[in-house]
């Protein structure tokens, strides 16, 4: 059949084709672009006219609003967009909802029509701007809408309310101080179990006191913090430090075999001073030095990291394998946070930040804490013998002989922290009544204060418009920290919290002297118009100097990870002296553009410890034996021509170096050839280097010990290498 051979379509088959694809384009409008205001592009210009809500009506209760609406407005709305609108239906918001006083509500909170020019309402535009699924003609339907808008205002004056805004200049609240201010008590924590408490009211001296009342009293001694007028420690650098005498306390009450608890909590309201700190940083820590404790509390940039240590084959006497929260989580910031760590002898380690646990499991069953050294001292800031300075605010801190429910660390959290005061911005000036806007304030640091749970309280029946409300500071609204500037709410009750939020306010000169005040866009019936400047272009992109994707571990890993590959005990005398020597000269963060060549040499000095402990190790069973598996046999005390003499032999020392220490995974090409077998090759030619510079004049006996020295060198040069410190 040719193209002249089709039929020709009747008129009625052609209609029923267009008709179909009508409905088809119909489909695919609603599946893109759908009944509400939320899709697809609007041709609307009265919504930038509309972001004060358009003089919305005022002086009138709820119900005689809501009365006005349905005689008006409501039945169009009903009648013809219920099959989107309705709470049944696909659009949003409910503006058609069968219930009037929820359409009333979604009409009037989403500013859907604007008394001051009611022919720009978002209802009236949508029909006659954007032909928005009109009932007939749309000029027709949007002239209906217009009328009803009219008579709903006619409505409303004529029951003795306003619609219309009253542009002033200024709209503000009454100016406060502290003074102005009541303290809060503040709600009710649970205390059960304490035996440490710290809550730095003392705001002179160096002496920070444990008010828990559990003798003995566990004072800290301030050596560099300082006290801070919102109650708390701020540390720029130095400790808070107590006794070792004073200490012993948590060794009784937690870990003595016959009283303690085994079980603790751990509880601190701080501020990290940036999500850069490693180490970790020592926020709080129960120990002798960098290497020996009982548990800790610390930052690993946006991690917080727990050790704690136990009797048990797993856990070692730094209190190490550490807990650490999800690196991705980032549940460490630069801000207050409360921070809980608990103990108990079934979930182990727990941490909870501003009341919720982190999810973060335990990497080993828990255990008994017998083995607690009672010597040890608590510090807050660092480490007993320095080096792991924490810099930050601690703004409360208390440790429990039990482990604290997560019902009552929630309730700690909500109890709040520090010196909180109400202020009662009063407003009556502006929507009648008595009206005020109360504020829970609290000096955050010696830069800034925190405002919290806006409320508004009236005695009026009005509902009030309040838009974009800001916090002024000694007669300046600062830019920045203005978590209230996006605020539109219409109050209906009283009192009614307007925000969840916290808002940051910088700016302090003196807190005994500082003034207050809030800004307004809209209150109730008045408006004082913020005209928002067109921001500035953009500049030319800079995207900064390239950054590794690869890093090196820091200097507490660094020791950690030869640990962990060797066996080798951190804590023996030859490894902990190096290691304390040596840790100002190994890599100090994981930057890998920071290593530099006095790194490495810190790192092949630690290296060389480990190794010796391993090689020396010859008891039965011991390191050597475990290390090297099946190299018992191996000619240890033989000289290095006939130890190595035999390849298989030269494959019982190589073997376990390569498997433990560069990685049995190691797989891959590199440059053509296999990447284990690169590294085995380096290693043979080692040993034979090694080998020949023994039996001259000047140069060691090739005897059994320097078979042995060779053994060790190979394990240096691994455990030395970027294989194990490269990630």
Known sequence: MTAFDIPKETFGEKLRRWIGRL????????????????????????????????GLPQGLSVAEQVTSFEATVFPVLRANCDGCHDQSGPGAPM???????????????????????????????????????????????????????????????????????????????STLTTADGTEEVGSDRDDRGIIARWDFKELTGTTAFDTSGVAPAMDLSLEGPELMTAHGIEIAAGRAIATAADSLKLYDRIADQSSGSQTYTLELWIANVNTTQDGPARIISYSRNTSSRNFMLGQV?????????????????NGSPD?????????AQATLQHVVVTYDQVSGRQIFVDGVH?????????????NW???????LGDEVSGGRQWLGQVRFAAIYDLPLPPSSILQNYEAGIGRRITLAFDVSAWVGGNSTIEFSLTQLDGYSYLFCQPTFVTDSADTIRLQNMRVSLNGVIPVSGQGFRNLNVLVTGSPQQLSRQCSVVGGIIDPNTDTFQLVFEQLGIFQDVVVIPDPPPPGA???????PVLGIRSFARVNASMAAVTGADPETTEIEDAYEQLYQQLPPT????????????????????????????????????????????????????????????????????????????LRGDVMGARARDQVETILDQLLIDLSANCGGAGEPLCDGEYTQSIVKGLCTAAVSSGPLHIH
Not at 358 to 370: K, M
Not at 626 to 632: H, K, L, M, R
């Open 23 to 54: 409905a088809a384009a119909s489909a695919l409008a609603l599946l893109s672009v759908g009944c509400g205001d939320y899709g697809g592009p609007s041709t609307d210009t009265s919504i930038a006219a509309n972001s004060l809500g358009g």
């Open 95 to 173: 503006i058609a909802h069968s219930d009037s006083p929820t359409a009333w509500a979604s009409v009037v909170d989403n500013q859907k029509v604007n008394f001051n020019d009611p022919p720009s309402s978002r209802l009236v535009r949508r029909l006659i701007g954007d032909l928005h699924y009109c009932w007939s003609d749309c000029a027709s339907d949007a002239a209906v809408m217009l009328a009803e808008i009219l008579a709903w205002q006619q409505a409303i004056e004529a029951s003795g309310g306003t619609t219309g805004g009253v542009d002033v200049v200024g709209l503000t609240s």
């Open 301 to 317: 940039a946006y991690q917080y990291s727990v050790r704690n240590r136990a009797f048990l084959e797993a856990s070692n006497n």
């Open 323 to 331: 807990m650490e929260t999800y690196d991705v989580d980032r549940d």
């Open 358 to 370: 982190t999810e973060d499991v335990d990497p080993i069953r828990a255990g008994r804490l017998w």
């Open 373 to 379: 050294n009672p010597t040890y001292r608590l510090v």
């Open 541 to 547: 992109e800079v995207f900064g100097d390239p950054v």
């Open 590 to 665: 994981t930057d890998l553009r920071s290593f530099v060549a006095a790194n490495q040499v810190g790192v092949a000095k630690l290296g060389a410890e480990y190794c010796d402990e391993l090689v020396d190790d010859d008891v039965p069973n011991g390191l050597r034996e475990t290390f090297f598996i099946g190299a018992a046999g191996f000619g240890w005390n033989q000289p290095p021509v006939t130890a190595f003499a035999n390849p298989a032999d030269v494959d019982l020392v190589t073997d376990p170096i390569l498997d433990s220490v560069i990685g049995a995974g």
